[in-house]
């Protein structure tokens, strides 16, 4: 799919661009999505039985092992186009800020240096009642216990019901007000409050770029909506912006 050139300019042009970036963009990795139909990894449960506290506290070892699963998944995915692309555009721009609902690490992995991560890390493990890390646990227990106090381990990820982390949410404020360009990549944001980030660059006199499979590709005004698959529309985009010209 071609790339406005007006959006090149609007880029070339960019002192600061800020970029939210959803499942979709995991998609190619082939980690599943949550809402897709078939792959949506919420098909086959409910919200409610897996990523709040009180489902952890009703069945810890469900969701325990819900999220080894994903770990696992994740563990062996490796950053697709749509990452690498993302990672050599906040080497293309003044400044940029990558703000990522994703928990994978994939956006880290694929050399993506300053990374707000809004919902938390799979990769890490937290006392559920000190909220400390935990390095080290049993990998045999489902979910193993706290070697400090004793309480479940929970993935440091931010469940529904949950705050965000307060300096993550602020700094992804900042950028979403700030910045000259806002994209949204592969989120169908229906989850608060990184929803709001897109209408927040809007209100400030951001261009913003909508790219998911679930918009119409169109433009207005200072919008513009791209239904394209984020491996292959971003490194065109990247290719578009670094030509000569
Ligand atoms: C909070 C971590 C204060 C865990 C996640 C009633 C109305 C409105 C809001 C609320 C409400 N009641 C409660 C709320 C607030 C609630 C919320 O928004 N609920 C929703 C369900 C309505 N939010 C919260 O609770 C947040 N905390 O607000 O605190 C508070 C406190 C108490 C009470 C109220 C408020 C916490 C939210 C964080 C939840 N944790 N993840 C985990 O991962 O297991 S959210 C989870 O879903 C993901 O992290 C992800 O961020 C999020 C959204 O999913 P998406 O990333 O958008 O993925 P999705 O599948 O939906 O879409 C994929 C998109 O990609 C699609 O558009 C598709 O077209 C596109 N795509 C697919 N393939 C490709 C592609 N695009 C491009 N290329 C491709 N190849």
């Given at each position: 799919?071609?790339?406005?050139?007006?959006?090149?300019s609007?880029?070339?042009n960019?002192e600061?661009?800020?970029?939210?970036?959803g499942?979709?963009?995991?998609a190619?990795?082939?980690?599943?999505t949550?809402?897709d139909?078939?792959?949506g990894?919420?098909?086959?449960?409910n919200?409610?039985?897996l990523?709040?506290p009180?489902?952890?506290a009703?069945n810890?070892?469900l969701v325990?092992?819900?999220?080894?699963?994903?770990r696992?998944?994740?563990?062996?995915?490796q950053?697709?186009?749509?990452?690498?692309?993302?990672?050599?555009?906040?080497?293309s721009?003044?400044?940029f800020?990558?703000?990522?609902?994703?928990?994978?690490?994939?956006?880290q992995?694929?050399g993506?240096r300053?990374v707000?991560?809004?919902?938390g890390?799979?990769?890490?493990v937290?006392c559920?009642?000190e909220?400390?890390?935990?390095?080290?646990?049993?990998?045999?227990?489902?979910?193993?216990?706290?070697?400090?106090?004793?309480?479940?381990?929970?993935?440091d990820?931010?469940?529904?019901?949950?705050?965000?982390?307060e300096?993550?949410?602020?700094a992804?404020?900042?950028a979403?007000?700030?910045?000259?360009?806002?994209?949204s990549?592969?989120?169908?944001g229906?989850?608060?409050?990184?929803?709001?980030?897109p209408?927040?660059?809007?209100r400030?006199?951001?261009?913003v770029v909508?790219?998911?499979?679930?918009?119409?590709?169109?433009?207005?005004?200072?919008?513009?909506?791209?239904?394209?698959?984020?491996?292959?529309?971003?490194?065109?985009?990247?290719?578009?912006?670094?030509?000569?010209?």
């Amino acid at each position: 799919m071609a790339i406005p050139p007006e959006l090149i300019s609007a880029l070339r042009n960019a002192e600061r661009v800020a970029v939210l970036t959803g499942a979709g963009v995991s998609a190619e990795s082939g980690i599943p999505t949550f809402r897709d139909a078939q792959t949506g990894l919420w098909a086959q449960y409910n919200l409610e039985d897996l990523a709040t506290p009180e489902a952890f506290a009703r069945n810890p070892k469900l969701v325990w092992e819900w999220y080894a699963w994903r770990r696992n998944l994740v563990a062996q995915a490796q950053p697709n186009p749509a990452h690498l692309a993302l990672a050599a555009l906040e080497r293309s721009v003044p400044q940029f800020t990558l703000i990522t609902q994703n928990i994978d690490s994939l956006h880290q992995r694929a050399g993506s240096r300053d990374v707000i991560e809004l919902h938390g890390n799979l990769a890490r493990v937290i006392c559920a009642t000190e909220r400390t890390v935990v390095e080290a646990w049993d990998a045999t227990a489902s979910p193993p216990t706290c070697p400090r106090c004793g309480a479940y381990l929970r993935p440091d990820v931010v469940w529904f019901g949950e705050m965000l982390p307060e300096a993550a949410l602020h700094a992804a404020y900042e950028a979403a007000t700030g910045c000259d360009v806002f994209f949204s990549i592969g989120t169908s944001g229906q989850v608060a409050p990184a929803a709001a980030l897109p209408r927040i660059a809007l209100r400030n006199g951001a261009t913003v770029v909508v790219l998911n499979l679930d918009v119409t590709t169109s433009t207005a005004d200072r919008c513009f909506f791209m239904n394209a698959r984020a491996g292959e529309w971003l490194p065109e985009l990247v290719s578009g912006l670094t030509a000569e010209g």
